[in-house]
T-cell receptor, first 113, second 116 residues
């Protein structure tokens, strides 16, 4: 089962920053936090990942709290094309299940014109 | 930008028939995966494949399922005798796995399978 908790839905005005929270209070020290999104039944799309430091790429920023128990994905200027389900995933730390990604129910982000 | 491709995009079959779903992973990737998503439900892991053998599989991946890398570029998922409950989107993914716990999987667009 997914080790993360996310709000089921959020709205964001077009052009504003979208801040998507994720709780992962049982995360282990060597487990990475990954974010994917799925736009209407398309294949999940990789966004960003991190271990303990904040990360930024061309798509988004990832802010991980110092205790690593939660993180926030930031889309700095949301567009209508960012409307999707966003998944926060913690990779299992032991060898069993280390390969696969556990997708929860994610947060359905709706960007409003 | 390299991407994972899947064929066909849609497949309709009769219950009990065999289907083969095809995937072309990103060319330098060595780790391959199949996931499925029943309509309205979560994305679920089926199987991972490395070095020409299954490295892990879920409870869903029973004897009716098999995977193969027949020619060094394609990666296939075969369902031997389809059931109604196999109707789903099937996603292929691949990765190069820089380290065991730091691995980015890239997904294809999926094949929508409908079993009648």
């Amino acid at each position: 089962d997914a080790k993360t908790t996310q709000p089921p839905s959020m709205d964001c005005a077009e052009g504003r920053a979208a801040n998507l929270p994720c709780n992962h209070s049982t995360i282990s020290g060597n487990e990475y936090v990954y974010w994917y999104r799925q736009i209407h039944s398309q294949g999940p799309q990789y966004i960003i990942h991190g271990l303990k430091n904040n990360e930024t790429n061309e798509m988004a920023s990832l802010i991980i709290t110092e205790d690593r128990k939660s993180s926030t994905l930031i889309l700095p200027h949301a567009t209508l094309r960012d409307t999707a389900v966003y998944y926060c995933i913690v990779r299992p730390g032991d060898q069993t299940g280390a390969n696969n990604l556990f997708f929860g129910t994610g947060t359905r982000l709706t960007v409003i014109p | 930008e390299p991407e994972v491709t899947q064929t066909p995009s849609h497949q309709v079959t009769q219950m009990g028939q065999e289907v083969i779903l095809r995937c072309v992973p990103i060319s330098n990737h060595l780790y391959f995966y199949w996931y499925r998503q029943i309509l309205g439900q979560k994305v679920e892991f089926l199987v991972s494949f490395y070095n020409n053998e299954i490295s892990e599989k879920s409870e869903i991946f029973d004897d009716q399922f098999s995977v193969e890398r027949p020619d060094g570029s394609n990666f296939t998922l075969k369902i031997r005798s389809t059931k109604l409950e196999d109707s789903a989107m099937y996603f292929c993914a691949s990765s190069e796995r820089l380290a065991v716990l730091q691995e980015t999987q890239y997904f294809g667009p999926g094949t929508r399978l409908l079993v009648l």
